[in-house]
């Protein structure tokens, strides 16, 4: 199965000439910009935002929408894998300790594993996803 964490999103044209962003996947997400290009950066950020936030908070990562037609928004390559990672622990009802001792690895590196503020080495990461018989795909598109 391929999991992609590419989430639509709904552009609104203010009055002001600006843009605002929201999530229909992420109550919580919302974001703006003055122009269209800084509406759709922000719209990265914002969704970053609350990825990390919902992990923080052990809440659930809703799988994305389908975007029709829509324009999307993607996590950082480092933060999907943070991602994933958090989800395999929860798909698995695998507990962060429980987890280190298969690993072989103290507890506090998974907390940083799993930490979206903590700069973690993407080849960790893969590792840390291979003990789930997942592997890390990244692919390269063109910017919007």
Known sequence: MVTRYSYPIDLHKE???????????????????????EALAEAADCLEEALA??????????????AKGRPTAVPGAVLAAKVALYEALREQRLS??????SMGIQE????R?????????IGRLE??????RKRLV????EAA
């Open 113 to 121: 594993m799993l930490d979206p503020r903590h700069t973690t080495k």
């Open 96 to 101: 962060n300790s429980a987890f280190a001792v």
């Open 127 to 132: 590792e840390a996803l291979a003990s789930f």
């Open 53 to 66: 936030g919902r992990i923080a908070r052990r809440e659930a990562i809703p799988a994305p929408s389908p």
């Open 138 to 141: 990244i692919t390269v598109e």
């Open 108 to 111: 506090s590196e998974v907390r």
């Open 15 to 37: 009055r002001d000439d600006g843009y605002s962003v929201t999530f229909p996947d992420f109550d919580e997400a919302f974001t703006d910009g003055n122009t269209l290009a």
